[in-house]
């Protein structure tokens, strides 16, 4: 099951996934509470599915992003997951079908 970024998610994650296609655990996003944002619409990207490459490139993004050291990271990933934004989304392909 994948994610197919958006122009904004592609504007913000196409550096790391240049196919503009995330990985991801749900295909319905279901709602989190993301630090120095607020509750937002979320799907779970499937961490598991990742290059060990595209893995430390969103660490190392989101702790430039957050002055948060990369080992604190990699340890809330573990332990709750990585959201990605709906608003980055467009649609999720589950094995060949889309749903919007």
Excluded: C
């Amino acid at each position: 099951m994948k994610a197919v970024l958006n122009d904004a998610g592609k504007k913000h994650w196409g550096t790391i996934f240049p196919g503009g296609e995330v990985p991801v655990k749900n295909a319905v996003a279901g709602e989190a509470y993301l630090e120095g944002i607020g509750r937002e619409r979320v799907y779970m990207v499937n961490w598991e599915a990742l290059s060990p490459m595209e893995q430390k490139e969103v660490i190392d993004k989101l702790a430039k992003k957050s002055g948060a050291f990369h080992s604190e990271i990699r340890d809330e990933i573990k332990k709750v997951g990585l959201p990605l934004r709906e608003r980055y989304v467009s649609l999720v392909v589950i094995e060949g079908r889309m749903i919007e």
